[in-house]
């Protein structure tokens, strides 16, 4: 079976579209309304080109996934490693959460298939040249990476999945916030529930960005410790 990345691009004798045309529209429809509006029908309408033309570049709507998931790792630039595996590895994390939060849709797939296009492979080799600061172990490397992944791809999704509540009820935090403060203050003087009444009362709210960053250095403190 032949890969998308292995194939010579299909070069047509009169340019319509093209390869890059196609991954273009397909990332413009997926951040607009996400992956479940994108099809290649639509993406050929798009272009106003016919669905026929589509194919000739790409076999199916699996390997335009793939395409829009290396060209977006495309716009996360990574500078040479620095020596410092920590400052690295949390700027490697940091950019990860900020491309998937700028594609919503991204998170998804990179849940789901491994990333084998030239962006992808350069974003896991420069991954595992930080982390070479860490460890000589390249299976020990490789966990690493992996954890961090799994970290950041566990903490998008719930950010996701918050705003993806906010676009479905229309209300934002604080609004929600309000609506169920009634609820919220009967329990607390109910005295049923101490610990989360205390949580309500002492603790201070913290932005997703402050709860990534805390949980990602007690990662990083762990692997160092290791």
Do not use: C
């Not at 350069?122 to 040249?129: E, G, K, M």
């Not at 070479?132 to 690493?144: G, K, M």
């Not at 996701?160 to 607390?188: C, K």
């Amino acid at each position: 079976m032949s890969l998308v990345w292995s194939r010579e691009p299909y070069s047509p004798k009169r340019r319509a579209i093209s390869v890059q045309s196609l991954v273009a529209a397909g990332i413009a429809i997926a951040d607009a309304e996400g992956l479940e509006a994108l099809s290649m029908r639509r993406v050929a309408a798009e272009l106003g080109s016919g669905t026929t033309s589509v194919y000739r570049h790409v076999k199916n709507r699996d390997e335009l996934l793939d395409l829009m998931v290396d060209a977006v790792k495309g716009e996360d630039p990574q500078r040479p490693p620095s020596g410092d595996w920590r400052a690295d590895l949390t700027q490697i994390a940091h950019g990860q959460r900020a491309l998937m939060l700028r594609h919503t849709w991204l998170a998804t797939l990179l849940g789901s298939r491994p990333a084998l296009g030239p962006h992808s492979l350069r974003h896991t080799d420069y991954a595992l040249a930080a982390a070479e600061s860490l460890t000589a172990d390249p299976t020990r490397a490789a966990n690493v990476i992996a954890l961090i992944g799994d970290y950041v791809l566990g903490a998008v999704s719930r950010e996701l999945a918050e705003l993806e509540t906010q676009r479905r009820t229309g209300q934002n935090e604080d609004e929600w916030r309000a609506s169920v403060a009634p609820y919220i203050r009967e329990v607390v003087e109910s005295g049923a529930y101490p610990h989360f009444a205390r949580g309500v009362v002492e603790a201070r709210d913290q932005s997703f960005t402050e709860q990534f960053t805390f949980g990602l250095e007690r990662i990083l403190d762990g692997v160092s410790a290791d």
